[in-house]
């Protein structure tokens, strides 16, 4: 029973209203495909026409003290490579 219980509330937890309009799982959604769209963006900008592989790729996440509320610094590290035409 404790575990069925557990279960329905990680479920409520995840279905939960933000500001009475989304779940919150809603915003984790968005923001993948939001974060790529911007990294192959800037890459382009910053690299020239390629991607950025992920063989070999890091992922980092830190929290950073800020007198207005900790940050949080998300490094995505991975090889470029440019398109072959």
């Not at 799982?25 to 890459?43: C, F, H, M, V, Y």
């Not at 690299?47 to 509320?69: K, Q, T, Y």
Request: aromatic share 4%; net charge positive.
């Amino acid at each position: 029973r404790e575990g069925s219980r557990q279960a329905r509330t990680a479920r409520q937890a995840r279905h939960r209203k933000v500001g009475g309009n989304l779940p919150a799982s809603a915003g984790r959604a968005l923001q993948g495909p939001t974060i790529k769209a911007l990294a192959d963006e800037l890459i382009h900008e910053q690299c020239g026409e390629g991607i950025m592989s992920a063989i070999n790729f890091r992922l980092g996440v830190r929290r950073v003290p800020d007198p207005a509320g900790d940050q949080v610094v998300i490094t995505l590290d991975g090889k470029y490579l440019p398109y072959q035409w």
